[in-house]
C-alpha cells in the first residue's frame, strides 16, 4: 500500500539552531513531493515541491529539500530557525500518473521553537 | 484576491443533526478536495471533484456527501452527524498543467466541527 511517513511526531530546537524533518514514502514509482507548513488555527501553506530535476529544490521562508530516490526521502530542511518557525509541518505526496491531483499526507511533525 | 474560503468557521452539532460545509474558490480552478484534519493522522481525502457536475470518493467517504453545482463552489454534507466527525475540515482547489503555478493545492483557512 502507498504511504507517506513522517517519523517524528514532535522537534524541538533552539532558535537559530539547524532543523531538519524527514519524510519517506512508498510508492511504485517517483511520485509528486511536497512540503506544507500549518501554523496554529491557519490552514496549510505551501513550502515547496518536487515534481523533476534538481533533487534539492528551494522553497519560501528559507527552506529547501533534498529528494533521494535511492531512500524513498525527501527531508526538509533549514540552516537556521526562527520563533516564528514554530508550527505543523506536513509531507505530502500525489503519484505523478494521478490525473486528479489526489494528495496522500504523512501525519505531520509539530516543531517547537525554544528561545 | 480572496482564494479559497470556507463556511462556517466553528460549529457545533448534536448527534444525528445535519449540516453543510460551503467552500468557494474565486481561481477559476478545476479541482476541488475536501480533506479531515485529525490530530496524528494528518489530512485524509474526504471526497474532491474535478470539474462541475463530477464528484468521486476519497479516502473516508463514509457519512459525507458532497456537491458541485457551480464550478466555484463545492459542498460537503453531513446527514446525521456522529462525534465520530468532530474534526476540522479543509477545502482545497488546484489545477493541473505545465505552468509554475499547477498541480499544486492551495488550501482555505478549515472549518472546526464539533458533534457532541
Known amino acids: 500500500a502507498q504511504s507517506v511517513t513522517q517519523p517524528d511526531i514532535h522537534i524541538t530546537v533552539s532558535e537559530g539552531a539547524s532543523l531538519e524533518l524527514r519524510c519517506n514514502y512508498s510508492?511504485?514509482?517517483?511520485?509528486?513531493l511536497f512540503w506544507y507548513v500549518q501554523s496554529p488555527g491557519q490552514g496549510l501553506q505551501l513550502l515547496l515541491k518536487?515534481?523533476?530535476?534538481?533533487?534539492l529544490v528551494q522553497g519560501i521562508k528559507g527552506f529547501e529539500a533534498e529528494f533521494k530516490r535511492s531512500q524513498s526521502s525527501f527531508n526538509l530542511r533549514k540552516p537556521s530557525v526562527h520563533w516564528s518557525d514554530a508550527a505543523e509541518y506536513f509531507c505530502?505526496?500525489?503519484?505523478?500518473?494521478?490525473?486528479?491531483?489526489?494528495?496522500?499526507f504523512g501525519a505531520g511533525t509539530q516543531v517547537v521553537v525554544t528561545p | 484576491n480572496a482564494g479559497v474560503t470556507q463556511t462556517p468557521k466553528f460549529r457545533v452539532l448534536k448527534t444525528g443533526q445535519s449540516m453543510t460545509l460551503l467552500c468557494a474558490q474565486d481561481?477559476?480552478?478545476?479541482?476541488m478536495y475536501w480533506y479531515r484534519q485529525d490530530p496524528g493522522m494528518g489530512l485524509r481525502l474526504i471526497h474532491y471533484?474535478?470539474?462541475?457536475?463530477?464528484?468521486a470518493k476519497g479516502e473516508v467517504p463514509d457519512g459525507y456527501n458532497v456537491s458541485r453545482l457551480k464550478k466555484q463552489n463545492f459542498l460537503l454534507g453531513l446527514e446525521s452527524a456522529a462525534p465520530s466527525q468532530t474534526s476540522v475540515y479543509f477545502c482545497?482547489?488546484?489545477?493541473?498543467?505545465?505552468?509554475?503555478?499547477?498541480?499544486?493545492?492551495?488550501f482555505g483557512a478549515g472549518s472546526r466541527l464539533t458533534v457532541l
Open positions: 510508492y511504485g514509482a517517483t511520485p509528486y
Open positions: 505530502a505526496v500525489r503519484r505523478a500518473t494521478d490525473s486528479w491531483g489526489k494528495l496522500q
Open positions: 481561481m477559476n480552478h478545476e479541482y
Open positions: 518536487y515534481f523533476s530535476g534538481d533533487t
Open positions: 482545497a482547489s488546484s489545477y493541473l498543467g505545465q505552468s509554475a503555478g499547477a498541480n499544486v493545492l492551495t
Open positions: 471533484s474535478v470539474g462541475e457536475g463530477t464528484t
